[in-house]
């Protein structure tokens, strides 16, 4: 019954998507030149939610679907780390046209050449599997 429910969410976010043209490639080009709000509008309201959510559930001792509390754990703060990480992830970003949270969104969507990032994508999480004990992290 809960793949089912997130199965359910999982559509109903790739339709979401789709529908406000966030997995547009052409629109992640606008918002890159600086030509169009409609994806800062997007990630601004994503934020603003974000931000919302987060500190209601720490306010209010929200559990999750499960019955269990949800923590929230401190993360060590290093620059090069996430100057690291965010240059792979707009590389990704740049040769892909799209970020990764649309990926099976496209693909249902019919746009069938997405199949290469997804392939790399899982092959990437699998490398990152084996090497991640020698990271520093």
């Known amino acids: 019954m809960r793949t089912l429910i997130y199965l359910l969410i999982g559509i109903l976010f ?7 043209e966030a997995a547009s490639w052409f629109r992640v ?7 169009s709000f409609h994806m800062f509008g997007i990630i601004g309201s994503t934020v603003v939610l974000g931000i919302f959510i987060v500190q209601s559930i720490k306010r209010f ?3 999750s679907f499960y019955g269990s509390p949800i ?3 401190p993360k060590a703060k290093s620059v090069s780390r996430y100057l690291f990480g965010g240059f792979i992830f707009g590389l990704g970003w740049a040769l892909a046209g799209a970020c990764p949270g649309p990926m099976f969104a496209l693909l249902g969507a ?3 050449p997405i199949l290469v990032v997804l392939i790399s994508a899982v092959f990437g999480t699998f490398l990152y599997g084996i090497i991640k004990d020698k990271l520093p992290h």
């Open 110 to 112: 019919g746009f069938t």
């Open 14 to 20: 790739g339709i979401t998507l789709i529908k406000s």
């Open 29 to 35: 080009y606008e918002m890159l030149r600086f030509e």
């Open 71 to 73: 923590v929230f754990a």
């Open 61 to 63: 001792n929200i559990t």
